[in-house]
């Protein structure tokens, strides 16, 4: 028979709440791995075109890596790139 759950009750007062809710936040942002896109993925991630990201690319405007012969983009990446080229 497996063990009985363990049961935990914190109360919290409104501010300690706060304060909580946006360290787990932080806490999950940091350690969010949103992984590769490929090119499709990145032009709808930065609501442009294909032809729009192979241009980027092309001119070494835009962060990219390259994997057997496929274009792949960090979404980190290219949300640190959206921040700065709006």
Do not use: C
């Given at each position: ?11 919290l007062?409104?501010a ?6 946006n ?8 350690g969010?791995d ?19 990201i ?21 979404a980190?990446?290219l949300?640190?790139?959206a921040?700065?080229?709006?």
């Open positions: 028979m497996p063990p009985e759950p363990l049961v935990l009750t914190v109360t007062d409104p300690q709440l706060e304060l909580v809710a360290r787990v936040a932080e806490l999950l942002q940091e969010r949103d992984g590769f896109l490929d090119i499709d993925g990145a032009a709808n991630y930065l609501g442009r075109s294909k032809k729009s192979y241009h980027l690319v092309e001119r070494h405007k835009l962060p990219h890596h390259r994997a057997g012969g496929r274009l792949l983009f960090d980190k990446q949300r640190v790139w921040e700065r080229h709006g």
